[in-house]
T-cell receptor
C-alpha cells in the first residue's frame, strides 16, 4: 500500500528538550513538506524539500530543523528554541501535478 | 499577509441540500487551486483541484468553480451528506514552485 506514515501519533516532551518527528513515504514523490496546525487555524508551512539533500524554510521555520538524506524520509526536529511547540504536525508529499498527500499527523504536547 | 482567505469559519446545511464553500485569494501568480477535507486528528485528504485555464471542474458530487477576475473560488457539494461534515481547506500554488498556501478552513456541518 502506498502512502505516508508519521510516527508517533502522540508525543510528549518536557520543556527544553529536542524531539524528532518521523515522516516516511513510499509514493516515490520528490517533494515533501512539514506543516503545523493550531486550533482554529489553517496549515502553516514549516519546511519543504523538493529533492534529496535540499530543503527550504517555509513561513514559520524558526525553532525547527529538517534533513533530507533519503527520498523516502523527511524528519522534523522541534528544538528547545521553538517557543510554542504544542501543536498538530502534518507531513505531506506531492506528485508532479502538485497534489499534496498528507500523513495522519503527530500531536506534540510540551509538558 | 493572508494570501488565501476563507471568510466563513463555519457552515451548517441540511442533508440533501447544496453546500457552498468560498475562498478568496490575493496573489495573481497563483495558477492552481485545490480543496482538501479534514477530519479531527487526521491528515487532510485531497478532494478536487482546478487549473487557472479552466473555470469549472467536476468530480461526482463535488464541483469547483474559479472566477479569476474576482480571485474567487468555490466548492459546491450536491447533495450534501452527514459524512461530509469536516473542515474544508482551500489551497493555492503558483508557477514559482510547488509549495501550497492554505486558507484557514471552514467547518461544514451537514445535519440529518
Amino acid at each position: 500500500d502506498g502512502g505516508i506514515t508519521q510516527s508517533p501519533k502522540y508525543l510528549f516532551r518536557k520543556e527544553g528538550q529536542n524531539v524528532t518527528l518521523s515522516c516516511e513515504q513510499n509514493l516515490n514523490h520528490d517533494a515533501m513538506y512539514w506543516y503545523r496546525q493550531d486550533p482554529g487555524q489553517g496549515l502553516r508551512l514549516i519546511y519543504y524539500s523538493q529533492i534529496v539533500n535540499d530543503f527550504q524554510k517555509g513561513d514559520i521555520a524558526e525553532g525547527y530543523s529538517v534533513s533530507r538524506e533519503k527520498k523516502e524520509s523527511f524528519p522534523l526536529t522541534v528544538t528547545s528554541a521553538q517557543k510554542n511547540p504544542t501543536a498538530f504536525y502534518l507531513c505531506a508529499s506531492s506528485n508532479p501535478y502538485n497534489e499534496q498527500f498528507f500523513g495522519p499527523g503527530t500531536r506534540l504536547t510540551v509538558l | 499577509d493572508q494570501q488565501v482567505k476563507q471568510n466563513s469559519p463555519s457552515l451548517s446545511v441540511q442533508e440533501g441540500r447544496i453546500s457552498i464553500l468560498n475562498c478568496d485569494y490575493t496573489n495573481s501568480m497563483f495558477d492552481y487551486f485545490l480543496w482538501y477535507k479534514k477530519y479531527p486528528a487526521e491528515g487532510p485528504t485531497f478532494l478536487i483541484s482546478i487549473s487557472s485555464i479552466k473555470d469549472k471542474n467536476e468530480d461526482g458530487r463535488f464541483t469547483v468553480f474559479l472566477n479569476k477576475s474576482a480571485k474567487h473560488l468555490s466548492l459546491h457539494i450536491v447533495p450534501s451528506q452527514p459524512g461530509d461534515s469536516a473542515v474544508y481547506f482551500c489551497a493555492a500554488s503558483g508557477t514559482s514552485g510547488s509549495r501550497l498556501t492554505f486558507g484557514e478552513g471552514t467547518q461544514l456541518t451537514v445535519n440529518p
